[in-house]
């Protein structure tokens, strides 16, 4: 199985700050087909993931542009500019090049 | 845009089966993969398996042995089984559409295993 591994646990954020969340992954996830697999996801308290980013960087319908994601590869990065107290959650990466897919741990976002 | 709606039974013994339906509304049923993903409490996820026509099917292999995934699209519905249940399969299971992305989820449906 590839393993994607996430950094920090955890994350606190002033308000309008930024934050960046690291997703590596065990293997490359670059296709043959020229799109590389890593997707982002937001699981606010007591919801379902919800899908911000797609094929690394794509925002998803209705996603703020505040969410960027970036990388290559193996490794990738979730940005958030300006922190909204909405952001809190959990934020996970996930690899769909090779079945089983498989998410990363987890990065837990809190506000000060 | 797609809903999913999601029903089974909350609260197994050991070594009973889980039954989980999830209903499609608005999508594209007949064109999508279909996927189960489940969440231990307080902690992360992990994927099922998923189904695509009626014949086209994977799974996750540390859960292989145990699990169906169906299809009925007369009703546009999929469902869960998992066999012998252990306490190590409590989590919330919840029904999604895609395999990559996973773009709509259900609410999600706590399944308990417990004497």
């Known amino acids: 199985d590839i393993v994607m591994t996430q950094t920090p646990l955890s994350l606190s954020v002033t308000p309008g700050q930024s934050a960046s969340i690291s997703c590596k992954s065990s293997q490359s996830l670059l296709h043959s087909d020229g799109k590389t697999y890593l997707y982002w996801y937001l699981q606010k308290p007591g919801q379902p993931p919800q899908l911000l980013i797609y094929?690394?960087?794509s925002r998803f319908s209705g996603v703020p542009d505040r969410f960027s994601g970036s990388g290559s590869g193996t490794d990738f990065t979730l940005k958030i500019s300006r922190v909204e107290a909405e952001d809190v959650g959990v934020y996970y990466c996930m690899q769909s090049i090779e079945l089983p897919l498989t998410f990363g741990g987890g990065t837990k976002v809190e506000i000060k | 845009q797609v809903q999913l709606q999601q029903w089974g039974a909350g609260l197994l013994k050991p070594s009973e089966t889980l039954s989980l339906t999830c209903a499609v509304y608005?999508?594209?049923?007949?064109?999508?993969?279909w996927s189960w993903i489940r969440q231990p409490p307080g902690k992360g996820l992990e994927w099922i398996g998923e189904?695509?026509?009626?014949?086209?099917?994977s799974y996750n292999p540390s859960l292989k042995s145990r699990v169906t995934i169906s299809l009925d699209t007369s009703k546009n519905q999929f469902s869960l089984k998992l066999i012998s249940l252990t306490a190590a399969d409590t989590a919330v299971h919840y029904c999604?559409?895609?395999?990559?992305?996973?773009?709509?989820w259900g609410h999600g449906t706590l399944v308990t295993v417990s004497s």
């Open positions: 189904i695509k026509n009626s014949d086209t099917t």
């Open positions: 094929e690394v960087s």
């Open positions: 608005g999508g594209s049923f007949g064109t999508s993969w």
């Open positions: 999604a559409r895609g395999g990559g992305p996973i773009d709509s």
